[in-house]
């Protein structure tokens, strides 16, 4: 079984700052890359950062300046900093791991959080 625990959502006013964090547990063979996605009322799902096990990060262009993404590998954390939030960034923002389980070690699979709520208002 493999698990993920997202922390840190909440209320913010506009242009303050947010610090998600999730953390990966269970029976994981090896991790390929952590990242947010994120879903408004109404919208698809979207990808917001993604950052792999060799550290390359990738973002959503309506983040990159604002948003950072990092990782304990470690820990098998991974973490959003979120800085210079707009009411466009209020969403539940979910948790994601590509991981091979030890079950199954030749086997990628995708897993996801639960969510947390981030609610920017103006």
């Known amino acids: 079984q493999v698990q993920l625990v997202e922390s840190g959502g909440g209320l913010v006013q506009a242009g303050g700052s947010l610090r998600l964090s999730c953390a990966a547990s269970g029976s994981i063979a090896r991790v390929l890359a952590m990242g947010w996605y994120r879903q408004a009322p109404g919208k698809q799902r979207e990808l917001v950062a993604s950052i792999n096990s060799g550290g390359s990060t990738n973002y959503a262009d309506s983040v990159k300046g604002r948003f950072t993404i990092s990782r304990d590998n470690a820990k098998n954390t991974v973490y959003l900093q979120m800085n210079s939030l707009i009411p466009e960034d209020t969403a539940v923002y979910y948790c994601?791991?590509?991981?091979?389980?030890?079950?199954?070690?030749?086997?990628?699979?995708?897993?996801w959080g639960k969510g947390t709520l981030v609610t920017v208002s103006l």
């Open positions: 994601n791991l590509v991981a091979a389980p030890l079950a199954t070690p030749l086997i990628t699979l995708n897993y």
